[in-house]
């Protein structure tokens, strides 16, 4: 099995910033990938950002030059830093694995007041 356990998510003013943590651990093989999803209500879950294990990352359009996404492969984790936070970046946030299959955590609130 694989658990993935992120932390970081809460409340926040417009323009602050958060940080999301995800720790992946059980039976970890040969990761591909990591990233970051978000669900906001009565939306389709979207991608936020991905890494993979060579270190490319990818970023969808609304995030890009506020969200920086890294990863610490030894402790099979990947970190979301969210900055200038908008009220459209609230939403739960999943933390998404890759490897022979796909894995999710069970997702993180994140609100953005304005």
């Known amino acids: 099995q694989v658990q993935l356990v992120e932390s970081g998510g809460g409340l926040v003013q417009a323009g602050g910033s958060l940080r999301l943590s995800c720790a992946a651990s059980?039976?970890?093989?040969?990761?591909?990938?990591m990233g970051w999803y978000r669900q906001a209500p009565g939306k389709q879950r979207e991608l936020v950002a991905t890494?993979?294990?060579?270190?490319?990352?990818n970023y969808a359009d609304a995030v890009k030059g506020r969200f920086t996404i890294s990863r610490d492969s030894a402790k099979n984790s990947v970190y979301l830093q969210m900055n200038s936070l908008k009220s459209e970046d609230t939403a739960v946030y999943y933390c998404?694995?890759?490897?022979?299959?796909?894995?999710w955590g069970q997702g993180t609130q994140v609100t953005v007041s304005s």
């Open positions: 059980g039976s970890i093989f040969r990761i591909k990938a």
């Open positions: 998404w694995l890759l490897m022979a299959g796909v894995y």
């Open positions: 890494i993979n294990q060579g270190g490319s990352t």
